[in-house]
């Protein structure tokens, strides 16, 4: 969900309303943006290396996470192509330009952002590939999610748009410069932790607080909170994600680790109406576990193609 999750307006009466638009271009009108894309977004469109992407949209700072209040705003170079992989937006993308790049030296902007003592996550947003895709034996398997809260009211997001190369190392996204109030910002934390073990059966699992007993030794890997190509504080997995390197069933949790001002137990998964911890949860389903603060999806590891299927 993470890559069509959308920007959600007062109007919004429901979860189910906004998590099922699907829209690829940014516009305050209808409400809609990218949340997620790959890290990166060098290459391609004139990007230089001497910038880093800019905060678009808001975020809630918690457990020590800070960021640095930008001097000015600045837009100086404007994207003027190319726009490959965006032909479908095009005219869209045109009539509603000019657009400035991310990773640009020259264009700086910033989206509002709070410090909190404490807050609720009011959803989970794993990625895309995480909900539908198998991971395979020896491959990259990319690993990401956000935390949204809207605990803390209307905050100024910038429209954000893809501009070239999309869902790829390339990506270029960009803003023009219109603004808008979301109801939603992200949650940033560096408390937030991912352990990944395999298991053989689902019902043995018990929790410990950092893994799961009944499963093997938690997989090495580095996962931490990054600023992506959309300007989202997300949290991903660093070179590539995770590369399994056995076949079966993996079950991967986040959480907060111990002292974290940040509550996950309120949260719902995307298109669910209430939290729920199943005793066996099925193959790509995201669940939240209110018992111990936590949100966990099981994969099943394959040679190649094959389906999910219950563990």
Request: charged share 15%; hydrophobic share 35%; aromatic share 10%.
């Amino acid at each position: 969900m993470l890559k069509k999750l959308l920007a959600i307006p007062l109007l919004c009466m429901s979860m189910v309303f906004f998590v099922q638009c699907s829209k690829d271009v940014s516009d305050p009108d209808t409400n809609n943006y990218s949340v997620k894309k790959g890290p990166g977004g060098g290459g391609g469109g004139g990007h230089t290396e001497t910038a880093t992407n800019n905060l678009s949209f808001p975020a809630l700072c918690a457990d020590g996470y800070s960021i640095a209040t930008i001097p000015e705003t600045l837009f100086t170079v404007e994207y003027l192509g190319p726009f490959i992989g965006v032909e479908d937006n095009l005219e869209w993308i045109q009539a509603n330009g000019p657009w400035y790049a991310q990773k640009v030296a020259g264009n700086v902007w910033q989206a509002d952002f709070q410090t909190v003592a404490q807050v609720n996550a009011t959803f989970v947003d794993w990625g895309d590939a995480i909900e539908s895709v198998d991971p395979k034996i020896n491959r990259p398997y990319r690993l990401e999610l956000a935390l949204y809260s809207n605990q803390f009211g209307p905050m100024t997001a910038y429209t954000m748009t893809e501009l070239a190369f999309p869902s790829s190392p390339q990506e270029t996204q960009g803003t023009n410069i219109t603004t808008y109030e979301s109801t939603y910002a992200t949650v940033a934390s560096q408390m937030g932790k991912l352990v990944i073990q395999k298991f053989d059966n689902a019902d043995n699992l018990t929790w410990t607080g950092t893994s799961w007993d009944g499963a093997e030794a938690p997989i090495p890997i580095t996962f931490a909170q990054e600023l992506n190509v959309g300007g989202r504080l997300i949290y991903g997995a660093s070179t590539g994600g995770w590369k399994p390197t056995e076949v079966g069933n993996y079950r991967i949790t986040f959480y907060m680790a111990d002292g974290s001002t940040v509550d996950l137990k309120p949260a719902i998964i995307a298109d669910k109406t209430a939290p729920e911890t199943p005793k066996i949860a099925e193959n790509n389903q995201p669940y939240v576990s209110v018992e111990h603060n936590l949100t966990y999806v099981d994969v099943q590891v394959t040679t190649g193609g094959g389906g999910g299927g219950k563990p």
